[in-house]
């Protein structure tokens, strides 16, 4: 589960700070679905970064799955990131030069499991996606939703117990952009906690509870 | 848990298989590097074994015995001498006296300049001695006093040209001598610095000089690792006979280690050059390492967001540098042996291309793309994830 007690992010602009996040208090148990709501610059991607071990806040505890991450080293982190956490952007961010199979196989590369395992994993999870036609193909051979497909799929190859995703649809028609939702609903059916960031309304229908970040602050829940 | 090697080189290699230009462009520093370095020793070995072969032919196991003219004394040195060396010296092989003048030689149809030897027919066994035809002197012809004489090939070709010369009559000094053999002349670098021999028993060449003093004694040691006592000795029982100073003894020993220490020198410096080129190979390598790493920042910023620890990335780029610079390395030493090959057709040295070099070559500049890789990983493996995720 995430648990985010005052938590507090600043960066140093010129002479003074710029607050990002001030005191964020978040407690989401396991297989939970929140979406984070908030205009551009509330702070809500700072905070993604946060949960997604990317970014270190300047004060407040984060702690997930009871491991409190503000302590631990990179080699930890990044432990954490390979393991526990998948991650889902808006602009995708597949390497353009691996097809879609081998882009889903890289976390598998990083945790040193062997090729013949990687390559029946990372067919799996394409499946899950409904995406075993395209293994073959590169980025730029798919369309956007099939992209962030193979996305989830990359997200979802290690079994993490938390799935961020930042704007998922923000690149998206709403078609498409539907269709994404429903796989994140459906993974999250099956016990994974999600935490989804956006803009739309529609899109954090999606989730069990939603929260409205604004000025680095919760505004309501 | 971490990322296998084999894992961290498939993604170097494919990397450098994408923009083969660059490639070119960045390994070319080592190839012409580590070519030079192949192309510099290989060259300087088979200088070194030219020079080698040279001195081996004079006889490297050989000691020259010469009356020490700058020391006023004018002893001189005896056949008795001869004998008396290898009476007193021990682990002596052969021991050849010798006296030689320069005196005008004649055919029936030219005349030549020579360097006429008088000495015995120990010669064969001190010097190395290759008979183009006919044979050299025997001891009968000393004993006799036979007026036989062998020439050597320069002389041959100056009195007689492509004539037969064995059996025919050359005339020193108003005597007659039958011709017995041509030998093949022993150094071929500088013959034209030399005269053509003309070698004759001492006992007959004592009678028309009417001089039993010897230019040279030759002393060749039974083996190479005595050559040092066997002078040493020599010189300290002559000079004792003669008086302080009397002889001078040389050895080739210390020639070829000056000319080694000559080669060495060259080559070292010629290799300095050939390391600058290296060094702007790993400057290069460096410099694309640095270009590549700033476009890839956000492929960096994915990779670790997707768990790549810093020392993966480091590992990933560190291996895409070695790899150029191995690369390059191995390109460098196919054109080394390449210009090696050439330059040997040219200069006509006998080149023989060893596995060490070309070993330590490949080592050295797989040496230096790590070395040079450093600097640019680390800043790969330094970079922070949401820096490197928000690079455009």
């Keep these: ?221 | 848990m971490s990322m296998k090697p084999t894992d961290s080189l498939k993604i170097s290699l494919s990397e450098m298989r994408r923009n083969t230009m660059r490639t070119v462009l960045t390994i070319l520093g080592i190839v012409i590097g580590i070519a030079a370095m192949i192309a510099v020793f290989s060259v300087g070995q088979a200088g070194k074994e030219r020079i080698k072969e040279e001195l081996n032919n004079f006889g490297i196991n050989r000691v020259w015995i010469l009356p020490n003219i700058a020391s006023g004394e004018d002893g001189g040195l005896k056949v008795a001498d001869a004998e008396y060396i290898k009476d007193k010296v021990q682990g002596v092989a052969a021991v050849c006296p010798a006296d030689y003048k320069m005196a005008s030689v004649e055919s029936k149809n030219a005349s030549a300049q020579c360097d006429i030897m008088g000495t015995n027919e120990v010669v064969t066994r001190t010097q190395k001695t290759v008979m183009a035809e006919g044979r050299h002197l025997s001891a009968a012809d000393a004993e006799y006093g036979r007026k036989v004489a062998v020439l050597s090939s320069k002389a041959k070709g100056e009195l007689f040209g492509d004539m037969d010369a064995v059996g025919q009559n050359i005339d020193i000094m108003g005597i007659s001598f039958s011709v017995i053999g041509v030998e093949e002349e022993v150094s071929v670098v500088y013959d034209e610095f030399f005269l053509g021999k003309c070698y004759i028993p001492l006992t007959v060449y004592e009678s028309m000089f009417k001089d039993d003093r010897l230019s040279e004694i030759s002393v060749v040691a039974a083996d190479s690792g005595n050559v040092a006592s066997v002078a040493k000795k020599s010189q300290q029982i002559l000079n004792r006979k003669y008086g302080e100073d009397a002889v001078k003894v040389i050895n080739l020993s210390s020639e070829m280690k000056n000319a080694d220490n000559i080669m060495n020198i060259f080559t070292l410096v010629l290799a300095a050059i050939a390391g600058i080129s290296l060094l702007v190979g790993g400057i290069g390598i460096m410099n694309i390492m640095l270009v590549s790493i700033k476009e890839r920042t956000r492929e960096i910023g994915i990779r670790k967001a997707l768990g790549a620890t810093g020392r993966d990335i480091l590992w990933q780029f560190l291996f895409e540098s070695a790899l150029y610079a191995a690369a390059g390395g191995g390109i460098g030493v196919i054109t080394g042996c390449f210009i090696t090959v050439v330059a040997a057709q040219v200069i006509g040295l006998t080149i023989r291309l060893g596995a060490l070099p070309i070993v330590v070559s490949v080592a050295f500049a797989t040496g230096v793309g790590l070395v040079f890789g450093i600097l640019p990983a680390k800043k790969a493996a330094s970079m922070d994830p949401v820096e490197a995720l928000r690079h455009e």
């Design chain 1, 1 to 221: 589960m995430i648990s985010l007690n005052g938590i507090c992010k600043e960066y140093p602009i010129g002479d003074g700070v710029v607050s990002a996040l001030s005191g964020i208090d978040i407690e989401l148990p396991d297989g939970g679905f929140l979406a984070v709501m908030g205009p551009s610059g509330s702070g809500k991607s700072t905070l993604l970064n946060i949960l997604g071990c990317l970014d270190t806040q300047t004060s407040g505890e984060y702690c997930l799955n009871g491991v409190c991450v503000r302590t631990l080293s990179d080699e930890k982190k990044a432990f954490l990131r390979n393991r526990h956490i998948g991650f889902v952007f808006q602009s995708f961010f597949l390497l353009p030069r691996l097809s879609a199979a081998e882009n889903v196989e890289l976390p598998l590369i990083y945790r040193g499991m062997d090729a013949r395992k990687r390559k029946r994993r990372a067919a799996e999870a394409l499946e899950q996606v409904g995406l075993s036609d395209r293994s073959a193909h590169l980025p730029g051979e798919l369309s956007g939703g099939q992209r962030q497909r193979v996305a989830i799929a990359r997200a979802l190859v290690n079994s993490p117990r938390l799935v961020l995703a930042d704007e998922p649809t923000g690149n998206l028609d709403t078609a498409t952009g539907t269709e994404i939702m429903e796989i994140l609903k459906e993974l999250n059916a099956q016990g994974t906690t999600v935490v989804l960031i956006t803009h739309e309304k529609e899109i954090a229908d999606f989730a069990k509870k939603t929260l409205l970040i604004r000025d680095g602050r919760i505004a309501c829940q």
